[in-house]
């Protein structure tokens, strides 16, 4: 099982992804890791990426992804994977799931500013909710949505509920 815990910057990927990691005795891996300096340097000055920005990136996560399709143990990514066609491109087999942590503006702008040395800053979210297109969830996409406001076990456990997918 491939695990794509997404959302906007703030939302708790990583935190969730890295829970969700250890819980599954899985592998868990960061899509920051994966940016080109040039990228992180755009985004240390404010400047939002463009779709052309992410392209190499994008490429490189889903080459990563196929390296460990099917594979043991499970793979968790915290990604932002902010639009349908981020999410396509690291769709690579029917095993990926995507968790969408969904919050509000207000909710997620609080938890940015409490943040120390990320190269988000919280002037760059709203460029993020600007590019969200958010996921379909449900019954047969593949992704489920979980409200951010939930403790991070809770949302572990939505997540391992084997119907959360179905």
Aim: hydrophobic content about 35%; proline content about 4%.
């Amino acid at each position: 099982m491939i695990y794509i815990v997404m959302g906007v910057s703030g939302s708790g990927k990583s935190t969730v992804a890295e829970a969700l990691a250890r819980r599954i005795d899985g592998k868990y891996l960061d899509a920051d890791g994966f940016h080109p300096a040039e990228n992180v340097a755009k985004m240390s000055q404010g400047i939002p990426l463009t779709d052309e920005d992410r392209t190499g990136w994008l490429s490189a996560l889903s080459k990563k992804l196929l390296s460990h399709q099917g594979a043991s143990p499970s793979v968790v990514l915290a990604c932002s994977a902010l639009k349908e066609s981020y999410r396509q491109v690291l769709r690579v087999s029917t095993d990926v799931k995507f968790v969408y942590l969904r919050g509000s503006y207000e909710t997620i702008e609080a938890r940015m500013k409490s943040r120390k040395d990320h190269f988000m800053k919280p002037g760059m979210l709203e460029s993020q909710f600007r590019t969200l297109e958010e996921p379909a969830s449900g019954p047969g996409t593949g992704t489920l949505a979980v409200d951010v406001d939930l403790p991070v076990e809770s949302i572990v456990d939505t997540i391992l509920d084997s119907r959360s997918f179905s």
